[in-house]
């Protein structure tokens, strides 16, 4: 498309509704001008600033990029926070088939212009798309807040045929990313041993195993393989089950995404999960520390592979599965946990196979961004030429 939509992480073919719902703040919180001068190319100042900015732009050597595009964010009626991951969709392919840009979105730059001088930073391609396409879907972290004052300005930047280099780090645009490339697990992750189980966790090939023997996690208390790190704050997270195999019952929970107040076996705690054959896919829930469980399933035959979702907003939790990280359905109702869940929490990927011989499940990569209420708005303004200065 010629376009672009802004989908912001909680957004996919089936989006979070808005829990907010105030309206939109301002018609241009992102706009140029600024408190105490004005702002531009050079950053903020007065007379004497755009003076001193225009002596050096005369010695300054021009930005390679023969293109540039403003990206306008306009917050929703609590802003948009530093740390947040925004999406936004642009033709791609349109830009290749005019000569405009490289078909490997190496020359695709993201640039940030806050109260100092202007940064590139980090943008990834979402896993479900790519470069050369109609509907290219990239992310990015919001620098600096955008509330009543307008936080920064961001370009992006194409057309420079040598460029090489570009910054493209999930870690830096994700609250959590792991695509298990590294050779073993990384620092962040934890592996739990709950209740009586056995297992591993290892990382190979781009891929994480969880293998081991396990009961379930059912009824007041647990006996399952969990691999997790900490959270802290509202979330949504997402993890994308590849592979299972060994000995696992048809009732057996394989890999998927649970957010849990602690290791203990009778802790609280929300999940969705494949489920070996007895279902499709479960969401299952304990309340209460110590309480019993519940469950929404779908009914079917097993879905492997599979991306799950699950969002947490303070104390309520929703759950999702897609087989193509695109079109999103979701599984069971929000449920709300009787006591408060800390706010921090433990977000993993657990294992329960409920046989005394192993069994595993593999997963290929896990994200987490932070989930606020009110969306902003994001608008690709028109395409300016070059050259542009630093």
Known sequence: MAGLTLAL???SACELERLGGASLAGDDAGSDAG????????GFGGTAGQAEAAVEAEAATPLPYAYRRRLKLTPGATGVP????????????ALVLEGKARADGEDLRLVFQGTGSSQEIHRVVDVASGWDRADTTLWFQVQAPIGPEPGGVYY?????????????????????????????VSPEWKGAVVGNAKGTFTVKGGVLRIEGTTGDIWNNSDDFLFLYRTLTGNFVAEARVSASGGSVSGWGKLGGVMVRATTDKASMNRMIAPVNGSKAITSSYRLGAGATTDESAKNGAKLIPQVVRLARRFDATRTWHSGDAIDYAELGAEQTFQSPLPDTTLVGIPLANLVAAPGWVEIDWFRAWRWYDDEPTLTLEPEEPGPFLP
């Open 82 to 93: 530093a740390g947040a991951s925004i999406r936004f969709e642009i033709d791609h392919r």
């Open 156 to 184: 992006l930047y194409y057309g420079d045929a040598l460029a090489d280099g570009a910054l493209d780090d999930p870690r830096q645009v994700y609250a959590a990313f792991d695509d298990f490339s590294g050779s073993g």
């Open 35 to 42: 408190a105490g001068g004005v702002f531009d190319d050079a």
């Open 9 to 11: 992480a909680l957004a």
